[in-house]
């Protein structure tokens, strides 16, 4: 179960396996440390990391893309050869495009984590070099070492601490978030051990939906507060559920917390104008009433009170499956507004006709993992082969792109200097996008008009980082 209700994951950890591999299993034993550190300071945090080791030839598999898009915390536990891993490399950016995403810095957090110090400044992505980070490795003039929890158990453990509370603050700050957005509380009574499974089923699907789901934790039954913390549990609530066993239950009290929590409900909830209790009752072999011969005697008085004095007065019960419950529940519940479908940013590609060709790859980039829309503008030379659909495109456009593969570097120039282009000539808004084969000129060219992209094998290239940009010049894309 995860700590914050709109994701499945709550960290996820990227990592290269080889760094699993020592005989003291660093990595298995740093995240050990981390969750028993977090369950102390939060409670239970889902932490997810793939223990598959990939063979060359096997494809990314899509659990790890799904619990990527599913986590709200990534930690990147950098080793020496992290970035040697196309698998690592894969990860990192995916969830680079999520946080760059509109309004993703809201909603999820990147945390670097050095196991061992980067072989270079230049092959870490701004991204990483930019944002406060966290060091396990002593490091000398001479050497550096991997802080070892045993060797080095002071130090280790005082690193770990202030990680966890950040952490700690972090998971609370995107849990605060998610409550403001939340579309509303949802009472479901506790229950006895027989029936935690089922509860727990409700309670994650109302998490996923967008639901806060209270009380969250077992209530201190003999407290002199409980009852005032059952009222205000119950004042929050859109709807109230109560599930009801008719077996014995090993904990002798059940039956009588389960009146309690319903008369309570069904008082308050009525106090308030809101829906009246929804019970469900646990089926049983025969067909009749709750009082039957398949109900435990100690369910008897409960199921009665149930079934006469409070359907009298309006309340619902129903001896169907679970799922016949959670199709009720919706029911009742208020049905989220649907978002405005977003509309992909657009996205002006100035290409020389010779180069059209070799737009495949960059427009798939632009299409399937940043949801920009191309619209691409073919050159003879440095002229627009139609002029009209250039200014219009620019019109409609707060990015435009300049693709350069197998001109020479006077075209580039000659483009920048283009006149249609000079509202777009600043390094958030014009980039030149090298690639194909390499070139001294390539290799040199610097714009103070344009940002500078060149093309490389694993996406490291700055474009997301580019188009990110575009939330800022005055334009959404709803």
Not at 60 to 71: F, G
Not at 123 to 152: C, M, S, T, V
Request: glycine letters at 6%.
């Amino acid at each position: 179960m995860s700590f914050l209700p709109q994701y499945q994951n709550d960290l996820f950890i990227s990592y290269r396996r080889a760094a699993n591999d020592s005989p003291d299993r660093w990595v298995d034993s740093f995240c050990n440390h981390l969750r028993s550190e977090l369950r102390d300071r939060v409670g239970e945090v889902a932490i997810w990391r793939d223990t598959a080791e990939l063979r060359a030839g096997d494809y990314w598999r899509p659990e790890i893309a799904a619990a990527l898009e599913s986590t709200g915390i990534f930690l990147a536990l950098i080793s020496r050869t992290y970035f040697d891993s196309d698998e690592c490399r894969k990860e990192l950016d995916r969830f680079l495009g999520r946080l760059k995403a509109a309004g993703g810095a809201e909603r999820c957090k990147l945390v670097p984590i050095f196991k061992h110090p980067s072989r270079s400044p230049d092959e870490l992505p701004a991204e990483l070099r930019e944002i406060g980070h966290y060091e396990f490795f002593k490091q000398d003039a001479q050497a550096w070492r991997e802080l070892d929890p045993n060797r080095d158990k002071d130090d280790y453990w005082e690193r770990m601490s202030r990680m966890v509370q950040d952490l700690s603050v972090a998971l609370e700050e995107l849990l605060g978030r998610q409550k403001k957005q939340a579309l509303g509380t949802v009472f479901i009574a506790r229950v006895g051990p027989e029936l935690l499974q089922e509860r727990e089923r409700l309670r994650a699907d109302l998490r996923q939906r967008g639901y806060l789901v209270v009380p969250e934790t077992e209530y201190l039954w003999n407290a002199d507060d409980c009852a005032a913390r059952m009222d205000a549990d119950l004042d929050k609530a859109l709807l109230s559920i109560h599930l009801v066993a008719r077996s014995a239950s090993i904990e002798p009290l059940t039956a009588q917390r389960d009146r309690l929590q319903l008369e309570r409900a069904h008082a308050r909830m009525r106090q308030r104008g809101m829906p009246a209790p929804l019970v469900w009752i646990q089926a049983g072999s025969g067909t009749g009433s709750g009082t039957g011969s398949d109900t435990d005697p100690s369910k008897q008085d409960l199921l009665k009170f149930i079934e006469q004095e409070l359907a009298n007065e309006g309340v619902d019960y129903l001896r169907g499956s679970l799922e016949e419950l959670k199709t009720q529940m919706l029911d009742m519940l208020p049905k989220p507004i649907a978002a405005a479908p977003s509309k992909p940013l657009e996205l002006a590609l100035l290409v020389e006709e010779g180069d059209v060709a070799a737009l495949g790859e960059l427009k798939g980039r632009l299409v399937d993992q940043m949801g920009a829309e191309p619209r691409p503008i073919k050159f003879s030379g440095s002229k627009a082969k139609d002029a009209e659909r250039l200014q219009r495109t620019l019109a409609g456009c707060e990015q435009a792109l300049i693709f350069w593969g197998q001109q020479e570097e006077e075209w580039v120039y000659d483009m920048l200097d283009l006149p249609d282009l000079e509202r777009l000539c600043s390094k958030n808004r014009l980039a030149v996008y090298i690639c194909g084969a390499p070139s001294a000129e390539k290799a040199a060219f610097v714009s103070s008009k344009a940002t500078v992209l060149r093309a490389q094998a694993a996406g490291e290239d700055g474009l997301a980082a580019f188009l990110a940009q575009a939330q800022t010049l005055g334009r959404t894309r709803q």
